[in-house]
């Protein structure tokens, strides 16, 4: 890296003040780091300190002595259930909605056939106090004929809406999320919709457009996976119906990490899975041949709970718990706690990626890059998204020396801003990194 000019140095200073008055800054000793500038959270977080002790833990006492015993002793059966609890929060849920477990796609997938039956189910009901014919009682489908799936979404979510279409006898019909409210009708039975853009970092309006699924009488499934730990969601204040989320991002779970599963409560009697498994039985241990679903959000598990991994994330989890950040030193409670830690998340995180793309302006040449994020904080989610011609080659130089973030087909470069431990001197040095970068390449 070139010494430093006048203006670099001047940035640099500012990122030192900035550094000094960060609330969050204390939180950057939970993470093991090493001297790289880490901007790819949004692909997989930092490792929390707290983790390989935990794990440790689970291997040689709970599985290693105790063995069995554990899923009684050690918690391990509730741990789905557990766990979600502690990520409601984070999305602005209360208690007993969420259940942890699967991959992200096979709640994607859970989600949207179950909307659909949910769809039909209106629809048979309608039907039936006007005195129609065209519901679904009989099993055929009726006027809900279609479901609306992002097309930006990350191509898994529309493999799986497309899956899901076929299984229930629907039309799939890809919009943008801006699209979404002149596509509504009274054909439509649910949409699946990114909270924010894996590509652009786009941040979508989800308040407006679930009110307006709502208003054309579909079910809303949103995907949180760029959101939920950077971002305030308020999943029950918007009246979200279903969403599912992955805990390896800004939830820094590790590696295939467990996703989650968000039922609104009261449609939680009417959640009809696709993937009825024994653990969400409401007996799971009298193995009976017919399944009867339990109450709540455990009906959305389905096999045996992946213990090592949801333990881990478990653990990750603390770093969200005993901040102390507000109250002036009060117990706040756990919940009320982390989600005054999220609301200053996500301050941190606009001031980021706007000093970031302030850097950029000043250190890279005019028409070097692109800017794909939108520069309005309402729209922007916590990163940043650059187009140049050359971007697999430049992200390549780029970690070399020592600056992560990743290359998204053909030409993006995409930089992940994750507040719990990058500091605005790591965004200067990227920044600078990145301008160097593009010079040599030129």
């Given at each position: 890296m070139s010494e430093p000019t006048a203006l670099?140095?001047?940035?640099?200073?500012?990122?030192?003040?900035?550094?000094?008055?960060?609330?969050?800054?204390?939180?950057?000793?939970?993470?093991?780091?090493?001297?790289?500038?880490?901007?790819?959270?949004n692909s997989l977080g930092a490792l929390p300190v707290a983790v390989p002790g935990r794990l440790a833990d689970v291997l040689y006492r709970e599985w290693g002595e105790l063995r069995i015993r554990s899923w009684d002793e050690s918690g391990w059966w509730t741990a789905p259930e557990r766990i979600g609890d502690r990520i409601a929060p984070l999305v602005g849920a209360a208690p007993g909605q969420i259940v942890v477990g699967d991959s992200t796609s096979v709640n994607v997938f859970k989600a949207v056939v179950a909307a659909v039956r949910m769809a039909d189910e209106d629809e048979a009901a309608r039907e039936g106090a006007t005195g129609g014919t065209g519901g679904t009682g009989g099993g055929g489908v009726g006027r809900r004929d279609e479901i609306l799936v992002d097309a930006?979404?990350?191509?898994?979510?529309?493999?799986?809406?497309?899956?899901?279409?076929?299984?229930t006898g629907r039309t799939l019909r890809p919009v943008t999320p801006a699209e979404v409210p002149a596509a509504l009708s009274d054909r439509t039975a649910a949409v699946l919709l990114n909270h924010v853009d894996y590509r652009t970092g786009r941040l979508h309006d989800l308040p407006g457009l679930t009110a307006a699924v709502h208003?054309?009488?579909?079910?809303?499934?949103?995907?949180?996976?760029?959101?939920?730990?950077?971002?305030?969601?308020?999943?029950?204040?918007?009246?979200?119906?279903?969403?599912?989320?992955?805990?390896?991002?800004?939830?820094?779970?590790?590696?295939?990490?467990?996703?989650?599963?968000?039922?609104?409560?009261?449609?939680?009697?009417?959640?009809?899975?696709?993937?009825?498994?024994?653990?969400?039985?409401?007996?799971?241990?009298?193995?009976?041949?017919?399944?009867?679903?339990?109450?709540?959000?455990?009906?959305?598990?389905?096999?045996?709970?992946?213990?090592?991994?949801?333990?881990?994330?478990?653990?990750?989890?603390?770093?969200?718990?005993?901040?102390?950040?507000?109250?002036?030193?009060?117990?706040?409670?756990?919940?009320?706690?982390?989600?005054?830690?999220?609301?200053?998340?996500?301050a941190k995180s606009l001031a980021l990626t706007d000093f970031f793309l302030r850097c950029v302006s000043a250190y890279v040449p005019e028409g070097r890059v692109e800017c794909l994020t939108p520069t309005a904080h309402a729209e922007r989610g916590s990163q940043v998204a650059?187009?140049?011609?050359?971007?697999?080659?430049?992200?390549?130089?780029?970690?070399?020396?020592?600056?992560?973030?990743?290359?998204?087909?053909?030409?993006?470069?995409?930089?992940?801003?994750?507040?719990?431990?990058?500091?605005?001197?790591d965004v200067e040095r990227a920044a600078r990194v990145l301008a160097e970068t593009l010079e040599g390449a030129a």
């Open positions: 670099s140095a001047e940035l640099i200073s500012l990122a030192r003040e900035l550094d000094k008055a960060d609330e969050l800054a204390c939180l950057r000793t939970r993470f093991v780091l090493d001297d790289a500038v880490y901007l790819d959270g930006t979404t990350f191509p898994t979510d529309g493999y799986l809406a497309e899956s899901a279409a076929r299984m208003e054309a009488g579909a079910y809303a499934v949103w995907d949180l996976c760029h959101s939920a730990g950077a971002l305030p969601v308020g999943l029950d204040e918007h009246g979200v119906d279903l969403a599912v989320g992955c805990t390896y991002k800004y939830l820094n779970g590790g590696p295939g990490s467990p996703a989650y599963l968000y039922v609104r409560r009261d449609l939680q009697p009417r959640f009809d899975s696709p993937l009825p498994g024994w653990t969400s039985h409401t007996d799971p241990f009298a193995m009976r041949p017919a399944y009867e679903p339990a109450p709540g959000a455990v009906r959305g598990r389905v096999g045996t709970p992946d213990i090592l991994s949801m333990l881990a994330l478990e653990a990750a989890l603390d770093v969200w718990y005993g901040w102390g950040g507000e109250g002036d030193g009060k117990d706040l409670g756990p919940a009320r706690e982390a989600e005054a830690m999220i609301e200053s998340v996500r650059l187009r140049c011609d050359d971007a697999g080659d430049i992200m390549k130089r780029l970690i070399a020396q020592g600056v992560i973030g990743d290359f998204r087909h053909p030409d993006v470069l995409r930089f992940g801003f994750t507040p719990l431990y990058v500091s605005f001197t």
